[in-house]
């Protein structure tokens, strides 16, 4: 296998799975070196215990992108938390955890069953068929976001457009990078509004507390981080979710009747789907030996979550959906570490509450056409899911 054979492997899948060659490379050479432009290296990490160590690393490894621009830390950059390091990560972190406990998200679940609920009313009222992404997997969790964040519920229709438009690569990167920009102008004057008159979502909970540690642009930047970690990730799990129930008529019988099934299947879907191909890039701080390779100070060790999560060192058939596995749970569908998903309760909860409500609503739902894969990316997904009842 010569070094540069399978250069974007990690960001391919032949249906719900990994592409066989990334099977290869974790059994063959499993920190796998990519050449590219400009002559670096590139490993891709692909065995469960190598992802977690690398993510686990935060002393060994770095989350920023001033190690590969030559422009110096980007700490003071705006940008989510994945591409800062500690203190900055720390601090900025800390201000959101306490958002996202069990306690504070409690709050937001009778709000996420009235809004898969709606959706759910206006697929019926619609007629028999529809794609489930724009009718449900794609406006849930941004309407979630807006919920989370405090959103006003007049602003909502705006702020969705600009949400589901920088995913919109149809009308080139321009649109996309416009609607980032549009977006996060937006976020600033909501935050700058919040600040005079903090209301009870995120945002107002955060500037009530933390307001004088905490500056407009940074906090529209978290805001941003949060729209953009929560979006596309949870549509392409309810998507995704969503066509392997309808594949597995049985086990889409136990989610609809069984209290509490979901929890489980879940939790499997995530580890088998694991949607977020790669974590975000981490950076050699040092010469070390990662696997049995040396890697040098600087280079770049991309982690491939999709084949971790498919290593039989964590299972028997890992390629399979077994959703009474006890291994479930050390997925790194969310990542490991310092940087692990904050949202992941969150996540869970949409899931929890959209497969059962969508299967009782519909028990006869069934795929209504082709459905097509995306072909290359970092966050998997169907591009739409024709279904019919
Ligand atoms: C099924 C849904 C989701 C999946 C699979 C997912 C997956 C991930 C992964 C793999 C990471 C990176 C871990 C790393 O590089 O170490 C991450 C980070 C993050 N996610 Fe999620 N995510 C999901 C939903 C959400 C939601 C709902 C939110 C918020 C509303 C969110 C916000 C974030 C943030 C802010 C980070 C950066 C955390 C940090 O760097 O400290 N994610 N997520």
Redesign the pocket.
């Known amino acids: 296998m010569s070094d540069t054979e399978f250069p974007l492997v990690q960001f391919m899948r032949e249906g719900f799975d990994p592409v066989a060659e990334l099977a290869r490379i974790r059994t063959e050479q499993p920190i796998f070196p990519m050449e590219i432009p400009g002559g670096s290296t590139v490993w891709l990490a692909t065995r469960y215990d190598d992802v977690r160590s690398v993510?686990g690393d935060s002393d060994r490894f770095s989350?920023d992108f001033g190690n590969i621009t030559g422009m110096g830390s980007n700490q003071e950059d705006p940008g989510?938390?994945?591409?800062?390091d500690p203190p900055e990560?720390t601090r900025l972190?800390k201000f959101?955890t306490p958002e996202?406990t069990m306690r504070r998200l409690k709050r937001l679940e009778p709000r996420i069953e009235a809004i898969v609920e709606e959706h759910l009313d206006r697929m019926a009222a619609q007629g028999s068929e529809t794609d489930l992404v724009q009718a449900f997997a794609l406006p849930i969790?941004s309407l979630?976001?807006c919920e989370?964040l405090g959103v006003p519920y007049d602003e909502r229709a705006d702020f969705l457009r600009l949400s589901t438009d920088r995913f919109d690569f149809t009308a080139g990167p321009e649109a996309s990078l416009q609607a980032i920009n549009d977006a996060m102008t937006y976020l600033t004057d909501l935050v700058a509004r919040e600040r005079k008159n903090p209301g009870d979502g995120l945002l107002g909970m955060l500037l009530r507390e933390h307001g004088d540690e905490i500056d407009d642009r940074i906090l529209a930047s978290?805001a941003d981080?949060?729209?953009?970690?929560?979006?596309d990730?949870?549509t392409?799990?309810l998507a995704l979710g969503t066509l392997w129930l309808l594949h597995n008529p049985e086990q889409a019988a136990r989610v609809r009747d069984e209290d509490g099934y979901v929890v489980q299947v879940v939790e499997e879907l995530?580890r088998y789907m694991?949607?977020?191909q790669v974590?975000?890039p981490?950076f050699a701080k040092e010469d070390m030996e990662l696997g049995g390779q040396q890697i040098a100070k600087g280079e770049m060790v991309l982690?491939s979550?999709t084949a971790a999560n498919r290593d039989p060192a964590l299972g028997r058939d890992m390629d399979s959906v077994l959703p009474e596995r006890e291994v479930a749970a050390s997925h790194?569908?969310?990542?490991?570490?310092?940087?692990?998903?904050?949202?992941?309760p969150?996540?869970?909860m949409?899931?929890r509450i959209a497969f059962p409500a969508l299967l009782r609503r519909f028990p006869d739902l069934r795929v209504n056409g082709e459905v097509p894969f995306r072909k290359l990316a970092i966050v998997y997904g169907v591009e739409s899911l024709p279904v019919a009842w």
């Open positions: 993510l989350n989510g938390l994945g591409f800062r990560h972190r959101l996202f969790p979630v976001v989370l978290m981080g949060l729209l953009t970690g929560g979006h990730t949870s392409s799990m995530l694991t949607v977020v974590a975000f981490r982690c979550l790194v569908a969310f990542g490991h570490g310092l940087h692990r998903c904050i949202g992941a969150l996540a869970q949409e899931m």
